[in-house]
């Protein structure tokens, strides 16, 4: 399958050529050998839109990320994912995680979570100079107005990226910085409202989904915005306006109205559907009917390899993002009633009879892994600190299994594995921020029970119970994210626009130890996964690196509490 990422990143010399000048009559001209030049991109449609197509990706920022290609939006397949950030795992060797779980967060040391204000800006200021100089391409107008659309869906998404991460952002319009230019102007810094940032990305997505088509030609597969796209983007944002923490803790229900609508206009579409088959929607090449936005990959192209960066020591992997204990007493049984180390038989057999997206989300004691079942037990567990390469052993108990390909090698990945799609935007999220804010605008009709049923169906859940009250589907649905969504990027926003980060963030990373006896028998105990974890009010937006500040001349606010 052709895929847009192998074309190799075109970047723009946007600052002219460098001169060297000497005496009177001699001079040197560099011409760079690796770029090409602004003047052969505004020349070449070709150039152009391949320059254009690369907006989808960034610039690499610190280290181990876009391992083996650039990093596109979010942090994606990497070392430490997003999730290791929150109640759904840790990283099992840090990677520059810790810091971030036990609350030491600041603007000088941001851990894996310092890149998104730099790249974000670099990227609108690169869509900016595509914007301000593709009417003067030789080009179609129809062709100059799809890749118009596409720019202000890539736009769009930076901000909506900075909005989420830092709330208050600074929005520079179509502004082309140069190199030169007079920044000593406050205006340039300053920061809008949180509700005026929003409403520049929605501008900029109904532009998008004006310009859009449905399937974008032959490109819709590749990994190329459409209409869906735009407006499941705009679906998301505007789930998060309604939300707590961007509303101040107030409730708006025309916001969550409008939060629903637009969701509804997506699943109005009849383009997007659930995928059957729950663990095979992560490992299907290509496109399917539940995949709105996604990033694919193919062999030329590689993410990090996940099977060996993930996988259980005993089988050669190096442990990665281990889930929490917290995550798995979270998944239900399979009649839809809550898990409880209270009831003996539950407590005794712990992961039987569980949510069928358990078993294709965590590997656990027992599971069925590559020929053999998982041995987390000590003593003696061929996947515990008593089996091969201990220093990899997990410090929960558990390893991912979602996402993992088990046709991808362990051992030796290099070049074989890491092929698997990143899904930015899915139809089953649409459903849930459907379900969301239909419940919070009006309470829970006929169509919020469908959109969160479907979704259970899918899984092999139960129906939600009928009768429940605004307040006890609001927790319905919270759930449902939590399991559904888990490791997509989801739960750090979650929990900080429901404003209850202040609760998950600060409970313990607990795991568990599994002692097997002589008998053969196993016993349970929850140990914790990693000390110290905490969490503090200024921690629901990130600082801003100081870095960025300094570059300000100190003219650009810093986010409360880490000045």
């Not at 779980?101 to 941001?110: F, I, K, V, Y």
């Not at 009831?343 to 892994?369: M, Q, S």
């Not at 990945?413 to 969301?436: D, H, K, S, V």
């Not at 996964?529 to 606010?557: C, T, V």
Request: with cysteine; net charge negative; hydrophobic share 35%.
């Amino acid at each position: 399958m052709k895929n847009i990422f192998n074309i190799k990143l075109i970047y723009a010399a946007l600052i002219s050529s460098i001169l060297l000048t000497g005496c009177e009559k001699d001079f040197l001209e560099i011409t760079p050998t690796d770029r090409v030049s602004d003047a052969a991109i505004l020349s070449d449609s070709t150039l152009f839109e391949a320059f254009v197509i690369n907006r989808y990706l960034g610039v690499r920022l610190t280290n181990k990320e876009g391992d083996g290609s650039l990093p596109g939006f979010g942090r994606g397949f990497e070392y430490a994912m997003w999730s290791s950030l929150t109640d759904e795992s840790i990283y099992n060797n840090d990677d520059n995680t810790w810091l971030i779980q036990q609350g030491q967060l600041s603007p000088e040391n941001t851990g894996i979570a310092g890149t998104f204000w730099g790249r974000s800006y670099r990227s609108i200021r690169e869509i900016n100079y595509a914007l301000a100089n593709i009417d003067d391409l030789q080009m179609s107008q129809s062709h100059k107005n799809l890749l118009k659309a596409e720019l202000h869906f890539i736009r769009a998404y930076r901000y909506h990226d900075l909005i989420r991460n830092y709330g208050r952002v600074v929005l520079v319009g179509d502004r082309v910085a140069e190199l030169g230019d007079d920044f000593s102007d406050p205006s340039l810094f300053e920061r809008s409202s949180i509700q005026e940032g929003i409403d520049y990305a929605i501008s900029e997505l109904n532009l998008a989904i004006e310009g859009l088509p449905v399937n974008n030609n032959a490109n819709w597969q590749e990994g190329r915005a459409t209409k869906g796209a735009a407006m499941g983007l705009k679906s998301r944002l505007l789930l998060y306006a309604a939300s707590p923490l961007y509303t101040e803790g107030s409730t708006d229900t025309q916001k969550w109205a409008e939060a629903a609508q637009a969701a509804k206009e997506v699943m109005d579409l009849g383009v997007y559907n659930l995928y059957p088959d729950y663990s095979e929607l992560f490992l299907t090449p290509g496109s399917n009917s539940e995949i709105i936005f996604a990033r694919y990959y193919n062999l030329n192209q590689l993410h990090t390899h996940l099977e060996i960066a993930n996988g259980p020591n005993g089988y050669g992997g190096w442990g990665g993002n281990v889930p929490l204990q917290n995550l798995v007493d979270d998944y239900e049984m399979e009649d839809g009633s809550e898990f409880s180390w209270n009831d003996p038989e539950e407590a005794k057999n712990p992961y039987e009879n569980r949510d069928p997206r358990f078993y294709e989300t965590i590997l656990y004691n027992g599971a069925e892994y590559r020929g053999r079942e998982v041995e987390t037990f000590v003593p003696g567990g061929l996947d515990s600190q008593d089996g091969p390469a201990n220093w990899n052993t997990s410090k929960s108990g558990y390893y991912l299994r979602k996402f993992i390909d088990e046709d991808l090698p362990i051992q030796n990945p290099w070049g074989a594995a890491g092929i698997q799609n990143w899904i930015y935007i899915r139809y089953a999220e649409i459903l849930l921020n459907y379900a969301e804010a239909k419940n919070e605008a009006g309470g829970p009709d006929e169509s919020v029970y469908a959109a969160i049923d479907a979704i259970r169906e899918r899984a092999g859940m139960p129906p939600l119970p009928e009768g429940l009250s605004q307040s006890e589907m609001r927790e319905r649905i919270r759930h449902e994210r939590r399991i559904e969504l888990a490791f997509e990027e989801h739960r750090f926003y979650d929990v900080r626009r429901w404003l209850i980060a202040n609760e998950t963030a600060n409970e313990p990373a607990k795991g568990i130890t599994i002692t097997k006896d002589d008998n053969g028998d196993l016993s349970y105990e929850i140990k914790t996964a990693l000390e110290g974890r905490s969490f503090k009010e200024k921690h629901y937006w990130l600082p801003i690196p100081r870095a960025e500040i300094l570059a300000s001349d100190n003219q650009l606010e810093q986010n409360p509490g880490y000045n």
